[in-house]
């Protein structure tokens, strides 16, 4: 697999201005992360019951996804499929699991609402580049591989130009844009072009991204394979290998 070396990206700019600004950013976000969970409180207690009486347990589930310099970290969110299995014990395409509950969920993403615990302890942040898959690392560009130089985003730079609607190819640059040109001036505009587009679902496709094709890099998808497979369920670690404490 072809590495990019991304070892301490934020660590490495903390002593010019950009680190200054990484800084404040940080505060930033657990100051509004703090404000929100507080503010979000009786909605996120109403989804999970919602997901406990119509789906059962569990209400929340974790990945595993690449972060900052491609260190796994453990993303929560609510679940909006079942867990309904085929004749061969492999679990159904997203599309024939998500929930009614679960397509609202994901339309107004009530379902990233745990993600904000994310932001408090340090591994997400509210700006930056999604959080994906950890099976598209092998599969990235070293120019895509540079949007792990930043912690992974509830929100960010593709999101708000278009979101699902956009090719894969466009979204990725829009995150390595966001890389390269961060600011706090930026990530300000972003929360609110998110708010903006949150109100209106600008953005926001039928079946609310269940039926679209997973990112497979230049190579393309496998021949006479899925186009996808599914999303809310254990994934083998396809990254380096944590460091070692």
Same mark, same amino acid.
């Given at each position: 697999?072809?590495?990019?070396?991304?070892?301490?990206?934020?660590?490495?700019?903390?002593?010019?201005?950009?680190?200054?600004?990484?800084?404040?950013?940080?505060?930033?976000?657990?100051?509004?992360?703090?404000?929100?969970?507080?503010?979000?409180?009786?909605?996120?207690?109403?989804?999970?019951?919602?997901?406990?009486?119509?789906?059962?347990?569990?209400?929340?589930?974790?990945?595993?996804?690449?972060?900052?310099?491609?260190?796994?970290?453990?993303?929560?969110?609510?679940?909006?499929?079942?867990?309904?299995?085929?004749?061969?014990?492999?679990?159904?395409?997203?599309?024939?699991?998500?929930?009614?509950?679960? #397509?609202?969920?994901?339309?107004?993403?009530?379902?990233?609402?745990?993600?904000?615990?994310?932001?408090?302890?340090?591994?997400?942040?509210?700006?930056?580049?999604?959080?994906?898959?950890?099976?598209?690392?092998?599969?990235?560009?070293?120019?895509?591989?540079?949007?792990?130089?930043?912690?992974?985003?509830?929100? !960010?730079?593709?999101?708000?130009?278009?979101?699902?609607?956009?090719?894969?190819?466009?979204?990725?640059?829009?995150?390595?844009?966001?890389?390269?040109?961060?600011?706090?001036?930026?990530?300000?505009?972003?929360?609110?072009?998110?708010?903006?587009?949150?109100?209106?679902?600008?953005?926001?496709?039928? !079946?609310?991204?269940?039926?679209?094709?997973?990112?497979?890099?230049?190579?393309?998808?496998?021949?006479?394979?899925?186009?996808?497979?599914?999303?809310?369920?254990?994934? #083998?670690?396809?990254?380096?290998?944590?460091?070692?404490?």
């Amino acid at each position: 697999m072809d590495r990019t070396d991304t070892g301490g990206s934020e660590r490495k700019e903390m002593l010019g201005p950009r680190g200054i600004q990484l800084a404040v950013k940080r505060c930033v976000d657990v100051a509004l992360a703090g404000i929100a969970i507080t503010l979000t409180a009786p909605l996120t207690f109403a989804v999970a019951v919602a997901i406990r009486l119509s789906m059962g347990k569990p209400v929340l589930y974790a990945q595993l996804r690449p972060g900052l310099d491609e260190r796994p970290i453990k993303v929560w969110k609510f679940r909006t499929m079942t867990q309904d299995r085929g004749p061969d014990g492999a679990l159904l395409p997203d599309r024939d699991r998500l929930t009614t509950l679960g #397509r609202f969920l994901r339309e107004h993403s009530f379902d990233e609402l745990p993600q904000l615990f994310n932001i408090l302890i340090g591994n997400m942040s509210i700006v930056g580049p999604r959080p994906l898959l950890t099976r598209y690392l092998p599969r990235y560009t070293p120019r895509q591989r540079s949007r792990q130089r930043m912690k992974p985003g509830v929100t !960010g730079w593709a999101q708000v130009n278009g979101r699902n609607a956009l090719d894969w190819h466009s979204r990725l640059e829009l995150d390595v844009w966001y890389v390269e040109h961060f600011s706090l001036l930026l990530d300000l505009k972003i929360m609110l072009l998110t708010v903006r587009r949150l109100v209106t679902r600008e953005g926001v496709l039928p !079946g609310a991204g269940a039926d679209l094709d997973e990112y497979w890099g230049s190579a393309g998808p496998p021949p006479n394979g899925p186009r996808a497979f599914p999303v809310e369920s254990a994934e #083998r670690w396809v990254g380096p290998a944590p460091p070692k404490r």
